[in-house]
């Protein structure tokens, strides 16, 4: 198997991947102790630290939405159908008995079709979910003035704030999975932390 | 020289002093609740601590800010009868003694009776010599003892508060604000502010400024309504009044508040035929003839409940429904209700006599030297109707026992900040939260719903169980093939 190196994840796209991943790790912790599941840091000292890390989130958002404009990155998110059949035929058969992985990266192509299918739906709809029920929730007291009143509940805010929760959690959980399906366990997260990925010659 | 020829002395200057007090509650233990217009103050209102005043003057107007009310036909209009040095005493001297309707000791007098022990009384010359401002043992000598002895009504009110530590009181320690009372219960034309049948919920105006009403008896007079450097804090402030959060419990100054109050077991007598009286470990009486059963407690949680300002105090003369425990003073709000905020409060259990018949509470007579007064004679039978008769209200002659409930304001032994609630004891799940009594709202760490959390929790679960059996199939199909 000859394989070729090439540089995909650039610097910046690097390091807002993993302050981003660290922040909403961070946020999963201490916002499941805010929801009472469990007592770590306290839940003045949880709430504190989860309302901090969304405000660098945003911040940090904000450059990034920023970034992929001026570079065209933001095009790695659009959606094909193409090839998905492929991509589940491959990840509930195909691995399984070493067949080549059915799409190969390239700069311009990061994504595989499922993953962009399941980045598009990340920020399609969890996102909008988690934020703007978090700045509901954060910006409670001040509902009044707003004119929010009569329109929310602090209940049903912090239950769709809860059920985006989840779901980004289970999210985290099969995107690290996933990241061991390289060609070797740890390709994928060595590739983003140097930025250069080995993609099979296969074809 | 006597009580009321010291005040005579003092209104010899002081001319307008004498009616502005007759004005006052001091005085007139009588006033219309501004949110109900029911009449209350200790004339009128009921509680489960000793009962009514009616019958009983001499000892229970032994605190009247006067002279001389030893029954019900007091005449409220003689202002030489108003009591100057039981507020203006800086001496520490001026005892008004606890069965004389509110006189000093004139002679000196054997008391307890029997004991051999002579008591001077006090030098009144001496005294009026020595007046100044209220200072905290004038109004503790009243109200450090309600009900009867120290630390027995309020749970925030109580001795230790003559010199308390700063973690008990910041605001009277010597190493804290070293406040009076009168600081904060400022008095207009000696009427004093601060009213707990008709307490502030929430006070909107905050800080108490010259230009103002000069009444301070609210936290927000001094603090302001943003009193906090972080602004999640001073939100909470909307529904949550400051007390809740910086008095974490009461009694806290080492003396006991009395809890629970049962008249119903009064009167046992011993096996040698006197009264029996009994003590707890602590030295506290548990049971007294007179009395009843007693429990009390220290460092007690308070009890939260939502109030808005308006109190449902239940006169002595109401109808009340006996079919389930009374609230005495039943505290109006909800979560919905703007003026409401969660408050603190000692719930004071009682069990205290009614006439069964006329479904009303009853005037009980249990003070005095006479054939019929319950801590002479121990009969409920001759003490109701005597007391009944005295107050001139109807009675059926039938009665029994009824279980009442009192809410208490907590609103004194203010701890420093750094002995505040903790977020954690409201915001849990524990079967312990400080809130767990207040349901109408969602509470952020307590509540949650439960579908969601067993849906949310499966996604979790199935999402890293997929991601285990996935990955166990690919190492066994691996090893299948290299074994190959």
Request: charged content about 20%; overall charge neutral; glycine content about 8%.
């Amino acid at each position: 198997m000859n394989a070729q190196r090439i540089y995909i994840y650039k610097r910046y796209e690097r390091f807002w991947h993993w302050s981003q991943a660290a922040l909403i790790i961070t946020m999963m912790i201490t916002g499941f102790e805010v929801h009472g599941s469990y007592e770590l840091l306290g839940f003045g000292r949880a709430v504190n630290i989860h309302t901090l890390a969304a405000w660098t989130l945003l911040t940090l958002w904000a450059f990034t939405i920023f970034w992929q404009f001026t570079t065209g990155e933001w095009r790695q998110y659009l959606p094909s159908l193409k090839n998905v059949v492929a991509m589940v035929s491959y990840y509930t058969i195909g691995i399984f008995r070493d067949v080549p992985h059915p799409f190969r990266k390239t700069p311009g192509q990061k994504h595989n079709p499922l993953q962009r299918l399941a980045y598009l739906a990340l920020l399609a709809f969890i996102s909008p979910l988690i934020w703007i029920s978090g700045l509901l929730y954060l910006f409670y007291g001040d509902w009044g003035v707003l004119g929010l009143n009569q329109y929310l509940s602090l209940e049903g805010v912090a239950v769709a704030h809860t059920v985006g929760a989840f779901m980004m959690t289970a999210f985290f959980f099969i995107h690290v999975y996933l990241t061991t399906t390289g060609h070797t366990i740890f390709a994928h997260i060595k590739a983003m932390i140097s930025g250069w990925e080995e993609v099979d010659d296969h074809r | 020289m006597t009580g009321p020829e010291v005040t005579q002395a003092c209104l010899s200057c002081h001319n307008k002093a004498g009616h502005q007090v007759m004005k006052s509650i001091h005085w007139t233990w009588e006033t219309t609740s501004p949110t109900t217009g029911k009449k209350l103050g200790k004339q009128h209102a009921a509680n489960n601590f000793c009962g009514s005043i009616v019958s009983n003057e001499p000892r229970c107007t032994s605190c009247h800010a006067g002279y001389g009310w030893t029954d019900k036909d007091y005449d409220f209009s003689k202002q030489e009868n108003v009591d100057c040095l039981a507020c203006h005493d800086t001496t520490g001297t001026y005892k008004k003694i606890a069965t004389d309707a509110g006189h000093p000791l004139y002679e000196p007098r054997e008391m307890p009776k029997g004991s051999g022990k002579m008591v001077q009384p006090p030098d009144l010359t001496k005294i009026a010599q020595h007046v100044g401002k209220p200072g905290r043992e004038n109004c503790g000598a009243c109200h450090f003892n309600g009900g009867g002895g120290d630390a027995v009504k309020h749970g925030d009110l109580d001795t230790s508060l003559l010199k308390p530590s700063r973690e008990l009181d910041v605001h009277m320690a010597s190493d804290g604000a070293n406040m009076a009372c009168a600081d904060c219960h400022t008095f207009n034309e000696h009427q004093p502010s601060g009213s707990r049948y008709a307490a502030t919920s929430k006070d909107p105006h905050g800080l108490d400024l010259p230009k103002d009403d000069h009444n301070r008896a609210t936290c927000e007079s001094c603090h302001g309504v943003t009193p906090h450097d972080e602004a999640r804090l001073n939100r909470h402030a909307d529904k949550v009044a400051c007390q809740t959060c910086h008095i974490p419990e009461f009694a806290r100054g080492g003396i006991a508040t009395k809890m629970l109050w049962d008249w119903s077991t009064a009167g046992k007598r011993g096996a040698d035929g006197k009264p029996l009286f009994i003590k707890d470990d602590h030295g506290h009486l548990s049971y007294s003839a007179e009395k009843g059963d007693f429990e009390y407690g220290e460092n007690v949680r308070p009890s939260y409940k939502w109030y808005n300002g308006v109190v449902n105090q239940i006169a002595i003369t109401d109808t009340i429904d006996d079919s389930t425990v009374l609230e005495l003073n039943r505290v109006e709000g909800s979560a919905k209700d703007p003026n409401a905020r969660i408050w603190p409060f000692k719930v004071m259990h009682g069990k205290q006599p009614y006439d069964t018949v006329n479904k009303t509470l009853v005037v009980n007579h249990v003070y005095g030297d006479d054939d019929t007064s319950f801590w002479t004679n121990f009969d409920y039978e001759k003490s109701i109707k005597a007391g009944m008769d005295t107050a001139g209200l109807p009675y059926s002659g039938q009665f029994g026992f009824i279980e009442t409930r009192m809410n208490w304001f907590i609103t004194h032994m203010v701890a420093p900040k750094e002995k505040a609630v903790q977020c954690q004891e409201c915001h849990t799940r524990a079967t312990d939260g400080r809130l767990n009594e207040i349901t109408d709202i969602y509470l952020p760490g307590r509540d949650r719903n439960a579908w969601v959390d067993i849906a949310g929790s499966l996604l979790i679960a199935g999402s890293i169980g997929t991601g285990l059996i996935h990955g166990l199939v690919r190492i066994i199909t691996r090893r299948r093939r290299h074994a190959k």
